[in-house]
């Protein structure tokens, strides 16, 4: 084991030097302190001078005339600015520092697709303009539907699903048409417990009975037990693969040939490509209906750091199910978009209705296609190399420290997961989180998935140099020496933040959403 070992955890760190003295104006340095917009806006002082209303003019708003104050905090717009640029500061971002949160793929976004989503001719199309003058857009939309079809082996693609579990949504009711179509009445949706957890929630969304399927030992989809439940009222299956415990489920091929024997159709969650890109087609495996989160596979984080897009991959037998519009292969292998008007000639029934009302996420196609071109074949197989490599090296350079369950099923893919059987005391994977916020780090993935006690899910992705790794692997070490040293002082962490330790329950459940000026 050779892995880098250089605690920066002083056991002798005083509670005087946690906390800091108190300065007078509560910023420490280029922390600042920032209250919110209601305590220091004032109403009389806003960014724009409006003439005083004239002595005895009529007013001419016909009774409507405002009787109290408007209640709006008033800036000005150097003090507007300063607000939320100092709210930005107390943000973690990309463009920060490493984001390990598993299952979310966090990873640099080229400037290059910014610049390319920014052209005018892509930035300010409209839904409603006349196709003639969207002709570029439309060949954007239609050349990374060929890529995305080249790239996992299928038939066709649904492009306007918005995110990936509005894609699941997509695939399971293109599942549902299909089966509607043969007089199938299905009811029940196997998935199996390695599976993420929005898709359990579209199978039931989608009017499914919902099933599990145990995990093995190893954390892989159980065949057996799938195969034993397999039957005429089982509609499909959902399985997540790579899997939520960042481990391929090799037994892909068989489970979708079992499946098919049954009558079912297999659906793939498929978020974590990034990990497979260019080394596996999932067509190839017998999956029907795939969905590509192009917001984790090719760049662009999500979230606070942009909008997402997941289109729907479908096979030869699900694509003329799909909604519209539609991208499909013709015999001669060229692409084509389906709409009503066409539907007939490419044997679409159309019977699906749409996801959305038009194309999908512009700007995400665009920057989807700038990462697809400027990787090229040999790029995006690099992409899923580096992504799994660098998981690896986080999984063995902490698995004498963290548990790791699942480190005796081979290498991971890309990410890594542990857990928090070895902490002294009550010490909780909450409060090693806490203690990595200290560090400067966004905490990973907490609690999920559900098969590992106090489960961390670490996803460095392929965007992390060498460095950065190794900075990250010393802050958490020295974290998890903590956490095993039953270090008492973990569980006021973080020291060091804007905000200490919030009532999170409270937060999620009784929201303050508006403000009141109670007191006043
Ligand atoms: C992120 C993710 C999803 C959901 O995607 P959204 O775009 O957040 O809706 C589904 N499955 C897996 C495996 C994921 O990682």
Redesign the pocket.
């Known amino acids: 084991m050779n892995a880098p070992n250089k605690s920066g955890w002083k056991p002798e760190m005083t509670p005087e030097r946690r906390e800091g003295y108190q300065t007078a104006t509560g910023n420490r340095a280029l922390m600042l302190e920032e209250p919110l917009l209601f305590e220091i806006g004032h109403p009389e002082k806003t960014g724009v001078d409006l003439p005083d209303i004239e002595e005895g003019a009529s007013s001419r708003l016909g009774g409507f005339e405002r009787s109290e104050a408007i209640g709006l905090p008033g800036l000005t717009e150097p003090e507007t600015v300063r607000h939320y640029t100092r709210l930005s500061r107390q943000n973690y971002a990309i463009d920060l520092g490493l984001f390990p949160l598993g ?3 966090m990873k640099h976004n080229p400037r290059l697709n910014e610049k390319v989503a920014r052209m005018p001719g892509f930035a300010d199309v409209h839904p409603l303009q006349p196709t003639g003058t969207v002709r570029g857009a439309l060949e954007v939309i239609n050349e990374l539907a060929h890529w995305l079809i080249e790239l996992t082996g299928m038939h066709g693609v649904a492009m306007s699903p918005k ?6 949504l997509c695939g399971i009711l293109c599942i549902r048409a299909a089966l509607e179509a043969r007089g199938d009445a299905r009811e029940v949706i196997l998935v199996p417990e390695s ?5 359990p929630a579209t199978a039931a969304f989608a009017g499914y009975k919902v099933e599990d399927i145990p995990a093995t030992p190893e954390g892989r989809v159980d065949l057996e037990a799938l195969k034993s439940r397999l039957g005429p009222d089982v509609a499909g299956v959902m399985i ?1 693969n790579p899997n ?1 415990c960042g481990l391929f489920e090799r037994d892909m091929k068989a489970i979708s040939d079992a499946v098919h024997e049954a009558g079912g159709f297999v659906y793939c ?1 498929g ?2 490509f990034n990990a497979i890109v260019g080394k596996v087609r999932p067509g190839d495996l017998g999956v029907d209906a795939m ?1 590509i ?1 192009l ?2 596979t090719f760049s662009t984080p ?1 979230g606070g750091g942009g909008p ?1 897009s ?1 289109p729907v991959v479908l096979s030869e037998a699900l694509s003329p199910f799909g909604p519209l519009p539609f991208t499909a292969r013709t015999e001669d292998g060229v692409v084509h978009l389906v709409e009503e008007e066409n539907a007939d000639e490419f044997g679409h029934t159309a019977a699906f209705g749409r996801m959305t009302a038009f194309h999908g996420q512009m700007g995400m196609f665009t920057r989807a296609l700038a990462y697809i071109l400027s990787h090229g074949a040999d790029g995006l197989k690099q992409v899923a190399e580096d992504a799994v490599l660098n998981a690896n090296y986080i999984l063995r350079s902490m698995e004498d420290l963290l548990h790791a369950p699942f480190a005796d099923s081979g290498p991971c893919m890309h990410e890594a997961l542990f857990g928090d059987k070895d902490f002294g005391d009550d010490l909780s994977t909450f409060d090693l989180a806490k203690a990595l916020i200290d560090e400067g780090y966004h905490p990973m993935t907490m609690y999920f998935p559900l098969v590992v006690h106090g489960a961390m899910l670490v996803e460095p992705t392929e965007t992390e140099s060498k460095a950065s790794l190794d900075q990250f692997i010393m802050a958490l070490r020295s974290v998890a020496e903590r956490a095993r040293a039953g270090d008492e002082s973990m569980k006021q962490a973080p020291y060091f933040a804007p905000r200490r330790r919030l009532d999170e329950t409270q937060a999620a459940r009784k929201p303050v959403l508006s403000w009141t000026t109670t007191g006043e």
């Open positions: 299952s979310c793929t995110a990936g579990a509005h894609g699941e599976a993420h957890g929005t898709n997540t939520t969650d978020a974590n969905h989160n917001h984790k999500h997402g997941g």
